[in-house]
C-alpha cells in the first residue's frame, strides 16, 4: 500500500497537467497522469483539470474516452476533484457553448461576467473565500483566506451547493464546492500559495484519509 494517497490526473488533452501534477505531489500525494479510460475504474480518486474554450474541453474530453468512466466512477462515489474549468465541466451546460452538454453532475449552468467598465473580464487576481456549510477542502480554513482567479465564466451563486467557498465579482458565485464526493475549485489551487497549497492537502487529508 502507498504510503500517500494515490490520485489519478487525468490527461485528455484540455488541462494544465504538469502544474496540477506538482501542486498534488506538493501537498503530499502520490499523483498518476494517464491519457488511458481503462485506468479511471481502479483510481481511488480522479482529478479533472480543465483549461480553455468550454466547447473545446468537453470535445476533448468526449474524444479521450475518458467520459463514461468518469461518470460511473462519480456515481459509485469515488471521489472527485475539479480545478478551473473542470469545476464548470461537473453542471449541465455553460454559456460559453450553448448546447454542449456538461457532465450533469451538479444541476444548473455556467455564466459569463456582464462587462462593466468598473470589472475587467476576464476577471485575473485575488479574492476571499467565504465559507457556507462544511467543505472537506476548506475546513479549519482562515476565515481571511484569498484565492487566485484567472476566468471569464462562473458557477453562480443559485446552483443547488450545501458545502463551499463563495466570492464576489460583480455577482456571487461559488468559488470552490463540496457536493458528496464532488469536490472543486474554479481558482487554481497551485497558483494561490499557501491557500491552494492547504485546500490540496485538506483533500489530501480529509477526503482520501491520507
Not at 474549468?85 to 454542449?100: I, K, T, Y
Not at 462544511?134 to 487566485?148: I, V
Request: aromatic residues 8%; contains cysteine.
Amino acid at each position: 500500500m502507498s504510503a500517500t494517497p494515490e490520485v489519478l490526473l487525468l490527461d485528455y488533452g484540455a488541462g494544465n497537467v504538469r502544474s496540477a501534477a506538482k501542486a498534488l505531489e506538493r501537498a503530499g500525494m502520490t499523483v498518476r497522469v494517464s491519457d488511458d479510460p481503462a485506468d479511471v475504474p481502479h483510481a481511488p480518486a480522479v482529478v479533472v483539470p480543465g483549461q480553455g474554450h468550454f466547447r473545446q474541453v468537453m470535445e476533448a474530453f468526449g474524444h479521450s474516452g475518458f467520459h463514461g468512466p468518469v461518470m460511473a466512477s462519480a456515481a459509485a462515489g469515488t471521489p472527485l476533484l475539479g480545478i478551473c474549468v473542470g469545476m464548470q465541466m461537473l453542471l449541465e451546460g455553460s454559456e460559453e457553448a450553448p448546447g454542449v452538454p456538461g457532465l450533469g453532475l451538479i444541476a444548473g449552468t455556467v455564466r459569463k461576467f456582464e462587462a462593466d467598465p468598473a470589472r475587467k473580464v476576464p476577471q485575473m487576481g485575488w479574492n476571499s473565500l467565504r465559507m457556507v456549510g462544511d467543505s472537506p477542502l476548506l475546513r479549519g480554513l482562515d476565515e481571511s483566506a484569498f484565492a487566485y482567479f484567472v476566468h471569464s465564466y462562473y458557477v453562480p451563486a443559485d446552483v443547488q451547493v450545501d458545502n463551499g467557498a463563495l466570492t464576489e465579482y460583480g455577482v456571487p458565485f461559488w468559488a470552490a464546492l463540496s457536493q458528496g464526493n464532488l469536490h472543486a475549485t474554479q481558482f487554481h489551487p497551485e497558483k494561490s500559495g499557501a491557500v491552494g497549497l492547504a485546500i490540496l492537502e485538506r483533500f489530501r487529508e480529509n477526503v482520501l484519509g491520507g
